[in-house]
């Protein structure tokens, strides 16, 4: 920012620290260690709603009664399926492409096949968002299971959203601690205030262009390893260590080599991330239902490698990777399941930008030569 006089401005490089706007929509206190989804503590959330719920508090503010809930979740239900045309476009990418790119591709052949895509009403939007919430497990299944030459497996609607996208992703009634594990990490993923994701989705609205193109921009944004692609990264990570007696070693060459530890630190909790000994609950419950206690082992080595060298905690990132890994996901499909959680934060961000816009366009200050002239010419 620069002042009037012309002083030296102060560029705060990765607008660190700086605050953009207000939002209702979640808290995140780093000096508490707590996040609020409008007002309710995700721990609360996780152990006691289903991410239906979480859904519907993010978007309406409240969380709902009995019969705002069946609704809300037959509708949910009702959209689920997949039009043929999403399929055939899908069926045209190479299998060479990552699933981030897929899931991009069909939210954008969505939107370009919805009459209602201009329509920036509250109630357009509302409908959009479910719409998308609920065929976001139908696109990244159909995708995981084109990868192995398996059949699309069809939605069911007597399933509640996680149980049926486990359904839908291997084809198999899923066990109910299995269902319970996969939801809490949906819960947990759902919001995180202006993270780079969401504030790509609010610039993209803030100039008036539609839903379909903000969470197509979210997606970009989520998809690099700084931000969601890096509970996919900490497989790549584990499979290069191998076994927990090998992490420290690992660590100290990957360190030397400057490398980033994905899974680990963040841009706002410096002592460690809210979300986590939640999700690490799930996750050990998760390695002791599919008997992969090396992967605890594993897990707690580079966690304990990293607090000692670095003093740098886990983030969410951690405990999903080998969570989803063990549940049987594609190591590529991480991030979309990501996708599949934050599109309940990201359009509630949109619906909020909508509501109160300014057009996010911040300054730059020029380094580049001094003025200078085409040298004419002949
Ligand atoms: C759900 C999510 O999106 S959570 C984030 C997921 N991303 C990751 O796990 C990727 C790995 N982590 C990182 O790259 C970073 O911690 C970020 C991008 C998340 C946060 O970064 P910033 O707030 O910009 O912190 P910054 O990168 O400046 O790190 C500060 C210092 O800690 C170090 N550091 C931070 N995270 C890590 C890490 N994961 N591995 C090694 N060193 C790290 C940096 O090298 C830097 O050290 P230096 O001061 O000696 O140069
Ligand atoms: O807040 C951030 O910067 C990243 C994050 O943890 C999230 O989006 O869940």
């Given at each position: 920012m620069s002042d009037q006089?012309?002083?030296?401005?102060?560029?705060?490089?990765?607008?660190?620290?700086?605050?953009?706007?207000?939002?209702?929509v979640s808290k995140v206190n780093s000096d508490t260690n707590s996040l609020l989804y409008r007002g309710y503590p995700v721990q609360e959330l996780a152990a006691s709603v289903t991410f239906e719920e979480v859904a519907y508090l993010l978007w309406?503010?409240?969380?709902?009664?009995?019969?705002q809930l069946a609704a809300f979740e037959e509708l949910e239900r009702s959209h689920r399926g997949l039009d043929h045309e999403v399929k055939r476009i899908v069926d045209e990418i190479p299998l060479t492409a990552h699933p981030m790119d897929v899931v991009r591709t069909a939210v954008s052949v969505i939107g370009a096949s919805d009459p209602n895509t201009p329509d920036d009403s509250l109630e357009a939007n509302l409908d959009k968002s479910i719409r998308l919430l609920a065929k976001l497990p139908s696109i990244i299944t159909y995708d995981q299971r084109r990868r192995h030459d398996l059949e699309f497996v069809e939605p069911r609607a007597d399933l509640g959203y996680s149980a049926n996208f486990l359904w839908q992703a291997f084809g198999e009634a899923p066990e109910l601690a299995v269902v319970n594990a996969f939801d809490v990490s949906m819960i947990l993923y759902a919001e995180h205030s202006f993270n780079a994701s969401t504030f790509t989705a609010r610039v993209i609205t803030s100039t008036l262009a539609d839903l379909y193109s903000a969470v197509t921009g979210a997606i970009g944004a989520l998809k690099g390893a700084l931000h969601g692609g890096a509970n996919e990264a900490v497989m790549h990570a584990f499979g290069e260590i191998g076994t927990a007696d090998r992490a420290e070693a690992w660590l100290d060459a990957a360190l030397a080599e400057k490398r980033k530890i994905m899974g680990f630190g963040h841009r706002v909790y410096k002592n460690g991330d809210s979300r986590v000994p939640t999700m690490r609950d799930a996750m050990e419950r998760m390695l002791e239902h599919y008997d992969r206690r090396d992967l605890l082992e594993l897990y707690e080595a580079l966690e304990k490698g990293m607090a000692e060298r670095?003093?740098?905690?886990?983030?969410?990132?951690?405990?999903?990777?080998?969570?989803?890994?063990?549940?049987?996901?594609?190591?590529?499909?991480?991030?979309?399941?990501?996708?599949?959680?934050?599109?309940?934060?990201?359009?509630?961000?949109?619906?909020?930008q909508a509501a109160s816009n300014a057009l996010i366009r911040p300054l730059s200050v020029y380094n580049g030569p001094d003025e200078r002239h085409v040298p004419a010419k002949g």
């Open positions: 006089q012309g002083a030296e401005p102060v560029i705060y490089k990765g607008l660190a620290g700086v605050p953009v706007d207000y939002t209702a309406y503010g409240e969380l709902p009664d009995d019969a670095k003093n740098i905690k886990p983030n969410l990132d951690y405990p999903t990777g080998p969570t989803y890994h063990v549940m049987g996901f594609d190591t590529e499909t991480f991030t979309p399941l990501f996708v599949a959680s934050r599109i309940t934060g990201w359009t509630a961000h949109i619906m909020e």
